[in-house]
């Protein structure tokens, strides 16, 4: 992530909400930062792999040397395979489908016999028959010991604790049997050709005859035991079948004779004279209910009748009973006019007769009713005698025909039965497999393990993985930074500069080193750190630029004195002032030219600054060196005196780089940066920890420091060309025909 904080933006004096802003911004560029150091970045994996290629290579080797001892060492291993096709047609002599049926030709069947080939059944029975118990390639109780075991200091080193190598424990037959079971189990391959009802078996061993052998005995066993299954459920179902007929037989004449018992014990009629008394029982109650609706309707007419005779109402008796005698006793009442009293007479004898015939005709249905009422109770009473029998007749006939069903019944399934019994003993001797040998298994002479090209290839590839993965585990790992890119992306802050480390063994030779060889390496990449500080910010460069790092030994102070130097080569007035006043190793860059006073004095008036500051006629600057003092340091530069030698020094001098203290150690590096325009902060190449370099950095996060700038320092070229580091590779190499180091 290539990113700065704009000097403009944070140029002083601003205001505290615009301070906040800014120190907020620096805050979210430390934390997209973050981010960009965890993306994935194919060219860095490829680039840190390829810087430890000789590591790679070395394991991949390595891998290659082991599997072609192992290739070398291992025992071979021989293929067999034989093939049994399932015939599905069904050719049994008669049908017994329910007792040894041929197998189905479905998904579940096919895939069920490829099971019952895998079977420990099988394999115990093929274990057996081949005595493979005796055999030590499947017996790992007998098998003998390894030849590193064989060896007389192995076992004299075993002796010495009580054991000896290759020494098997006394274990029981059956445990030996199935363990070599499970190793016969573990070696043969069972599978099914799709869209076929073929299986290919195979099996690899030590030995091509032995392959054969096996894969042919396991074929002819499930064989073997399908005739022997079918023969085994033949016996089985006839056995069971003659039982079962025994029994039904006497259930069969059990029911008969209930039958033949239930008709002698009760008096039963055909269903024909049945049917006949179910009809007269019908009739008789059929008329039964008309006597009584009869009844009925005499009743209703008794009772008007009753109410006319009581009322007089010649009309309505004329109108209720239809008779002639009635109609015409009528006709002469209404015949009979006037009011004479023979008339009247008349009259009244005619009345008096048809009261009388009225009466008659009541007396009769009154009779009429009795005698439908007694008839309607008889019919009723014969019915219900009748419907007795019936009922009585009925159960037993139902009787008798579910006695004949359980009969019938238990013919039938006595002649099924028995009829069944009689097929499969026909049928016994004659059964046949439901799988034969499609192609029987012959010794192969040639090896199936190891696959020596394909077992070198996979070596090599996971030798290649394996030093690859460990080439990223370490470059994960690495705690440093190795390239400006790699530091820009970790902080978030643009890198000024990237310094060599200087080809000189002691500090007073770098200042003569720089000046006698200005086209060096290490002086252009001060020119470079120069320029890129000077075009951070054209409108307003910094006059006051702080030297500052994490911890001690990063190259601040000399990349202090270099830059100094390289300033005056543009005609600038510089100081360079220590203000590391615990260490102060300023003067180890003079030759010696150390003065009696410094800083201190200078700050408390005990001296004058003319008299005490040192100009280097070599380098062209003026030296303002630290010295002892009882007062703490951080009182010394938050002090007002300090902060207005800065602001004095300011009318003096173009530049001045003052070279602080480590930040992680004390904190005199924060309370002079706030008076400064510009912070350099020191970065020692492939040595500070990115731990490091975030914590000193946040140290001044809170400061309101117009620019900040990185310089990574103490880069080995060499070593970084080797490996590639950040393009340095290419850097050193055009640098040969430009550099006079």
């Given at each position: ?531 890129s500080l000077l075009l951070a910010d054209v409108h307003a460069p910094p006059k006051v630029i702080v030297s500052s790092s994490s911890v001690p030994r990063e190259g601040k102070t000399t990349m202090t004195v270099l830059l100094a130097q390289n300033s005056v080569a543009l005609g600038k007035k510089v100081l360079v002032v220590e203000c590391d006043l615990r260490k102060r190793t300023l003067d180890a860059y003079f030759g010696g030219k150390k003065s009696q006073r410094g800083l201190i004095s200078v700050l408390y008036g005990e001296a004058e600054f003319e008299d005490v500051v040192v100009h280097d006629e070599t380098a062209g600057f003026d030296v303002l060196q630290g010295e002892e003092t009882p ?111």
């Amino acid at each position: 992530m290539n990113r700065e904080i704009d000097k403009r933006d944070l140029e002083a004096p601003a205001p505290a909400a615009h301070r906040k802003a800014r120190r907020r911004e620096l805050n979210n560029l430390f934390d997209i930062a973050e981010m960009d150091t965890r993306n994935f970045d194919v060219s860095a994996m490829l680039g840190a792999v390829m810087r430890r290629k000789w590591s790679v290579m070395l394991i991949t080797l390595m891998f290659g040397v082991g599997a072609f001892w192992y290739l070398q060492n291992v025992t071979p291993l021989y293929p067999s395979m034989a093939t049994v096709v399932l015939d599905t047609k069904d050719e049994q002599v008669i049908d017994i489908e329910a007792v040894a049926t041929g197998l189905s030709s479905d998904y579940f069947a096919i895939n069920t016999e490829v099971e019952v080939l895998k079977s420990r059944r099988l394999l115990g029975r093929l274990v057996d028959d081949m005595d493979l118990v005796a055999d030590p390639e499947f017996n790992p109780y007998i098998a003998p010991p390894a030849q590193w075991m064989l060896n007389p200091d192995v076992q004299s080193a075993f002796a010495l604790i009580g054991m000896t190598p290759g020494e098997r424990p006394e274990v029981a037959g059956a445990v030996q049997r199935n363990e070599t079971i499970d190793a016969v189990a573990q070696r043969i391959d069972v599978s099914n050709i799709d869209a076929t009802y073929v299986f290919e078996m195979s099996i690899a061993t030590r030995d091509p005859q032995k392959s054969a052998e096996i894969i042919n005995s396991l074929a002819r066993l499930y064989i073997l035991e399908q005739l022997e299954a079918k023969f085994e459920a033949t016996q089985s179902a006839t056995h069971w079948l003659s039982g079962r007929v025994a029994d039904l037989k006497v259930s069969l004449e059990r029911a008969e004779a209930a039958v033949e018992e239930y008709k002698t014990s009760t008096q039963l009629v055909s269903e024909e004279e049945l049917e006949l008394e179910a009809r007269k029982l019908k009739d008789f109650r059929d008329r039964a209910e008309g006597y009584t609706a009869e009844a009925d309707r005499s009743d209703v007419l008794l009772a008007d009748l009753s109410k006319a005779r009581s009322e007089e109402d010649i009309d309505a008796v004329a109108a209720l009973i239809a008779s002639p005698s009635l109609n015409r006793a009528k006709q002469q009442i209404d015949a009979i006019k006037g009011s004479a009293d023979q008339a009247v007479q008349r009259r009244e004898l005619a009345t008096t007769q048809f009261w009388n015939e009225v009466d008659r005709q009541i007396a009769q249905i009154n009779t009429q009713i009795k005698r439908n009422r007694s008839q309607a109770d008889a019919t009723a009473k014969a019915a219900a005698n009748l419907e007795t029998r019936l009922e009585q007749q009925g159960a037993d006939l139902v009787m008798l025909r579910q006695l004949v069903r359980e009969a019938e019944a238990s013919r039938l399934i006595y002649e099924h039965f028995l009829g069944r019994m009689k097929e499969i003993s026909v049928q016994e001797g004659i059964q046949q497999a439901d799988a034969r040998v499609l192609s029987a298994a012959i010794p192969n002479r040639t090896p199936s393990y190891p696959k020596k090209g394909q077992t070198m290839v996979l070596a090599l590839v996971l030798g290649l993985l394996t030093g690859s993965g460990l080439a990223l585990w370490r470059e994960s790992r690495m705690s440093t930074f190795r390239s400006a890119e790699e530091l820009e992306r970790a902080t978030g802050v643009r890198v000024f500069g990237n310094l060599p480390r200087a080809p000189v063994r002691r500090r007073r030779d770098l200042l003569s080193y720089v000046i006698n060889k200005p086209a060096s390496a290490l002086a252009e990449a001060v020119r470079d750190l120069r320029t890129s500080l000077l075009l951070a910010d054209v409108h307003a460069p910094p006059k006051v630029i702080v030297s500052s790092s994490s911890v001690p030994r990063e190259g601040k102070t000399t990349m202090t004195v270099l830059l100094a130097q390289n300033s005056v080569a543009l005609g600038k007035k510089v100081l360079v002032v220590e203000c590391d006043l615990r260490k102060r190793t300023l003067d180890a860059y003079f030759g010696g030219k150390k003065s009696q006073r410094g800083l201190i004095s200078v700050l408390y008036g005990e001296a004058e600054f003319e008299d005490v500051v040192v100009h280097d006629e070599t380098a062209g600057f003026d030296v303002l060196q630290g010295e002892e003092t009882p007062v703490n340091a951080a009182d010394v530069f938050s002090s007002m005196q300090f902060e207005h030698f800065i602001q004095s020094m300011r009318a003096e001098y173009d530049f001045i780089i003052i070279d602080t203290p480590p930040v992680m150690a004390v904190p005199d590096a924060r309370l002079i940066a706030v008076l400064a325009d510009a912070l350099l902060y020191s970065v020692a190449w492939d040595r500070t920890s990115r731990e490091l370099v975030r914590a000193g950095l946040n140290q001044f996060r809170e400061i309101d420091i117009p620019l900040v700038g990185l310089a990574l320092t103490q880069i080995d070229l060499g070593k970084a060309a080797r490996y590639g580091y950040g393009g340095y590779g290419q850097y050193y190499k055009a640098g040969k025909g430009y550099y006079q180091n």
